[in-house]
């Protein structure tokens, strides 16, 4: 199993920067994949974007050009770099890791954009 713990989230005007941290309980040296998700309320949960354990990302285009992922197999941590923040940024930040067959979730952690 891996217990993820997501942090770093807050309150932030717009325009600002925030960066997300997700700690795993195991190396994630050998995970193919980790995410981060958002979910806004009364919207579904949407991916923002992932990092494969080769180094390659993909991100949703709403985050493109702004949003960072990257990883550190030795502190086996995620992080997700978020710049130019919008109000429509705002949400509840979820890490995900796909490891043998399972998905395994990070308890959340809220990040609101607001003057």
């Known amino acids: 199993q891996v217990q993820l713990v997501e942090s770093g989230g807050g309150l932030v005007q717009p325009g600002g920067s925030l960066r997300l941290s997700c700690a795993a309980s195991?190396?994630?040296?050998?995970?193919?994949?980790m995410g981060w998700y958002r979910q806004a309320p009364g919207k579904q949960r949407e991916l923002v974007g992932a990092?494969?354990?080769?180094?390659?990302?993909n991100y949703a285009d709403s985050v493109k050009g702004r949003f960072t992922i990257s990883r550190d197999n030795a502190k086996n941590t995620v992080y997700l770099q978020m710049n130019s923040l919008k109000p429509e940024d705002t949400a509840v930040y979820y890490c995900?890791?796909?490891?043998?067959?399972?998905?395994?979730w990070g308890q959340g952690t809220q990040v609101t954009v607001s003057s």
């Open positions: 195991r190396s994630i040296f050998m995970i193919n994949n």
């Open positions: 995900n890791a796909e490891w043998r067959a399972a998905d395994y």
């Open positions: 990092i494969t354990r080769g180094g390659s990302t």
